[in-house]
Each structure stands twice: as C-alpha cells, then as structure tokens.
C-alpha cells in the first residue's frame, strides 16, 4: 500500500485526526490523578502515607504493562479499529468510576482497572498509524499523534484548578473526562478504518509465542526495548511527581503546582515532537539512521535537564529545566514507533510495541513506587536525578547501537 495516492493520503491523515483526541483523553485521564493528589488524600480514607500515593500510581503501571503484550498481539491479529473503540469506551467508564470511590483500596482497584482498558489502546493506535504512513510522513504522523498525548497531559494539568473549586472538586472532574469518552467513542466506530492490507496482514501473524520469540531474537529489538524504557523511568517520574515536588519546595498551592509542571514540559514536548518528526523525516533521505540520530539528540538535551531538575533553586530555573526536557521527550517520543518499524516486520508492530510498554511502564511503576518510599526516607532531590542523568547517558549510547533495516519500512 502506498499513501502517496490522494485519496490514501487523506484517509491516512483522517486517522491522526481521529486518534487525537483519543491520545487527549488516554492522558488526561491520568494526569488529573497526579494533579489532584492533595484533594484526593484528604478524601479518601485510609491513604495516609507517600509510599501509599505512589502505589495508587504504580498499581495502575503494573497493570498496563503486563496487559501491553496481550493487547499488541490482538490489534496484529485482528482489528485495531474494533480494539482502538473497545479500549476508549472501557477506561472512560473506569474514568467515570474513579469520581466515585472513597477508599485507599477502591482507588487502587479503578487505576488497577484503567490499567487493563487502556492498555490496548497506544499499540493498536501507533501500528494502525504505520499502517497508513509509510517512511516519508511515518514520523510527523506519530509526532502530531502524540501531541494529543502533550495537550492532554496539559489539559490535566489544570485539574488542580477544578479540584479546589468548591462547586466542582475532584469528582466531577473525573465525571466528566469520563462521559467524553464514552460519548466520543459512538463517532469513532463509525468513521475510523482499518489500512487495506489488515485483512490479509492479520492472517498471517503468527501465534502469539512465535511473535514473542522472533521478537526476542532480535537485537535492535531488546537494545530498542532497553532504550524505550531507561528514559521514560525519569518521564514517569516528572509526569506523576512534579506537581508535589515543585508544591512542596517552592510553597505553591495545588492549582500553580500542577500548572508549572503540566503546561511548560509539554508545550515543549509539543514543539519537540513536531519538530523532531519533521526532522527525522528529512534525514531520513540522507541516512538510513535518521530517526535514531533525531532520537539521540533528544537524550542529549536530557542531560542538563535532568541535572538541573535535582537543585533547580528557584521556580524560574525549574521551568527552564522543564523546558530542556520536554524538548528532549518530544524528539524521543516521536520517532520510537517508528524506529520499531524499521527493525520489525508491520505484522509484528503492535505485539512488539506491547512489549515495550511491558518492560518500560513495569520500571516506571517500580519508579513511582520508589521515588515515594525515598522521599519518605528523605533522600535528597539531587541524588535521585543525578542516577537519573546517569541513565540517559547510558540511553544514548544504547540507541546508537541500533543498526536498522529499510526492508520493513
């Protein structure tokens, strides 16, 4: 299938258009959780500890990650269009259900749930979109896919807000991202399509086992699995963490904490991801290797990041830091799909992408987990991102190991 044909090319970009607000809602409905923690806690009975709160995170990772696989493997072997809706529908229900639990364990239980609906979606959704777009728009396409992820994480953001209004609270906020969704998902059904090459694509995946094995055989693949999660350790870390951590260093209240840890990181993520799959794309003209370098530059920017974010000193230096990094994850975030796409055949995309999720958001749990246990040991800010700054090192010499093949473009 080529997208070069006008009427591919306008499907192919139909289905960004479509996705985008999905990946708006898979994101916001798990930024609110870590924007409205202070609300949250002081309503919820028996969550007294950071170490607790940092659990309520993980528990929904854990989940996500061990489903990621099984939901991959179905979107290669039958229909990402009836797995992207199925998906969307389920976790805004989860989403309306969070509103209204009122216990530790209850809250565990939705995000544990919200860990199972939506793992399915970003396989499915990333595969259907390397269906469409071939190597010369494959990493704008996913690019401006994720900023839909950014706006969301953004929109989230500002749940703080919504949390301290009297007339509003926690409660309605996750009522009303979940009655979105499921309204959302009615549309989707009827105007979201498979590529043509599905029908016989699905055919010939192999067996789940045999999927997993070829995967597992392949270098580029463990060293793109290695590089997919280092990083995103310290991603989660920002996304769930920040808002309390800037609250509690710089004396803000829950609304501006969540704004400064929201709203710059993924503006920048927003430009990074627009720019680094413009940029991947033209160097892929040049070098084979194009999308790998555009990866790389990201974790450069990392680096001072990361290592600015320990000790920021002042709010300001914090944003600028914030800045750095969103930068940096949007280069990152955009061109991961597609240098998948490059080292595995289309029919293995969606299970291989799962096992990514598997590995990466397992360790971002374990992140989650163990950043509220160190805190509540009182280990310092600046060493926990300085190991942090020490893994995107590491990151960056692993993606350069990768050696990509143009046959599965």
Same mark, same amino acid.
């Given at each position: 299938?080529?997208?070069?044909?006008p009427?591919?090319?306008?499907?192919?970009?139909?289905?960004?258009?479509?996705?985008?607000p999905?990946?708006?809602?898979?994101y +916001?409905?798990r930024q609110? &959780?870590?924007?409205m =923690?202070?609300?949250?806690?002081?309503?919820?009975?028996?969550?007294?500890?950071?170490?607790?709160?940092?659990?309520?995170?993980?528990?929904?990772?854990?989940?996500?990650?061990?489903?990621?696989?099984?939901?991959?493997?179905?979107a290669?072997r039958f229909?990402r269009?009836?797995?992207?809706?199925?998906?969307?529908?389920s976790?805004?229900?989860?989403?309306?259900?969070t509103?209204?639990?009122?216990?530790y364990?209850?809250?565990?239980?939705?995000?544990?749930?919200?860990?199972?609906?939506?793992?399915?979606?970003?396989p499915?959704a990333?595969?259907?979109?390397?269906?469409?777009? &071939?190597?010369r728009?494959?990493?704008?396409?996913?690019?401006?896919?994720?900023?839909?992820?950014?706006?969301?994480?953004?929109?989230?953001?500002?749940?703080?807000?919504?949390?301290?209004?009297?007339? #509003?609270?926690?409660?309605?906020?996750?009522?009303?991202?979940?009655?979105?969704? !499921?309204?959302?998902?009615?549309?989707?059904?009827?105007?979201?399509?498979?590529?043509?090459?599905?029908?016989?694509?699905?055919?010939?995946?192999?067996?789940?086992?045999?999927?997993?094995?070829e995967?597992?055989?392949?270098?580029?693949?463990?060293? &793109?699995?290695v590089?997919?999660? &280092?990083?995103?350790?310290?991603?989660?870390?920002i =996304?769930?963490?920040?808002p309390?951590?800037? =609250?509690?260093?710089?004396?803000l209240?829950?609304?501006?904490?969540?704004?400064?840890?929201?709203?710059?990181?993924?503006?920048?993520?927003?430009?990074?991801?627009?720019?680094?799959?413009?940029?991947?794309?033209?160097?892929?003209?040049?070098?084979?290797r194009?999308?790998?370098?555009?990866?790389?530059?990201g974790?450069?920017?990392? #680096?001072?990041?990361?290592f600015?974010?320990?000790?920021?000193?002042?709010?300001l230096?914090?944003?600028?830091?914030?800045?750095?990094?969103?930068i940096g994850?949007?280069?990152?975030?955009?061109?991961?799909?597609p240098?998948?796409?490059?080292?595995?055949r289309p029919?293995?995309r969606?299970?291989?992408?799962g +096992?990514?999720?598997?590995?990466?958001?397992?360790?971002?749990?374990?992140?989650?987990?163990?950043?509220?246990?160190l805190?509540d040991r009182?280990?310092?800010?600046?060493?926990?991102?300085?190991?942090?700054?020490?893994?995107?090192?590491?990151?960056?010499v !692993?993606?350069?190991?990768?050696?990509p093949?143009?046959?599965?473009?």
């Amino acid at each position: 299938m080529s997208s070069g044909t006008p009427a591919l090319s306008r499907t192919a970009w139909l289905v960004v258009a479509l996705l985008w607000p999905v990946a708006l809602l898979n994101y +916001l409905d798990r930024q609110m &959780l870590a924007t409205m =923690k202070t609300s949250m806690v002081s309503d919820i009975a028996g969550l007294t500890t950071e170490a607790q709160w940092g659990f309520v995170l993980a528990s929904f990772k854990w989940v996500y990650a061990i489903l990621s696989p099984i939901g991959g493997y179905i979107a290669d072997r039958f229909s990402r269009r009836h797995v992207i809706v199925i998906s969307l529908f389920s976790w805004s229900v989860v989403t309306w259900m969070t509103g209204h639990v009122d216990t530790y364990h209850g809250l565990v239980a939705t995000r544990a749930l919200m860990g199972i609906s939506e793992a399915f979606y970003i396989p499915a959704a990333l595969a259907l979109i390397t269906d469409f777009h &071939l190597g010369r728009t494959r990493s704008r396409a996913v690019g401006i896919h994720q900023t839909g992820i950014y706006i969301g994480l953004i929109l989230g953001g500002y749940a703080g807000y919504v949390a301290d209004t009297p007339a #509003l609270g926690w409660r309605w906020a996750f009522d009303a991202a979940g009655i979105v969704g !499921v309204i959302y998902a009615v549309p989707l059904l009827f105007f979201l399509r498979n590529a043509p090459r599905r029908s016989t694509a699905a055919l010939s995946s192999p067996p789940s086992l045999a999927a997993v094995g070829e995967l597992l055989r392949n270098r580029n693949f463990i060293l &793109l699995v290695v590089y997919f999660t &280092l990083p995103a350790i310290a991603g989660w870390v920002i =996304k769930d963490w920040m808002p309390v951590i800037l =609250k509690n260093q710089f004396h803000l209240s829950q609304g501006e904490a969540g704004k400064i840890a929201v709203l710059y990181v993924q503006i920048a993520s927003i430009a990074g991801a627009i720019v680094g799959g413009v940029l991947a794309d033209r160097w892929m003209r040049r070098s084979g290797r194009g999308r790998i370098y555009v990866s790389a530059l990201g974790m450069l920017l990392f #680096l001072p990041a990361l290592f600015g974010l320990g000790n920021p000193g002042t709010v300001l230096f914090a944003i600028l830091f914030l800045i750095l990094f969103g930068i940096g994850w949007g280069f990152f975030d955009s061109n991961n799909m597609p240098i998948l796409s490059q080292i595995t055949r289309p029919e293995l995309r969606g299970t291989g992408y799962g +096992l990514m999720n598997l590995v990466s958001i397992s360790c971002g749990g374990f992140g989650d987990w163990g950043f509220g246990a160190l805190q509540d040991r009182g280990v310092s800010l600046s060493v926990i991102f300085g190991c942090f700054t020490g893994i995107a090192l590491l990151s960056l010499v !692993v993606v350069l190991m990768i050696r990509p093949s143009q046959n599965h473009e």
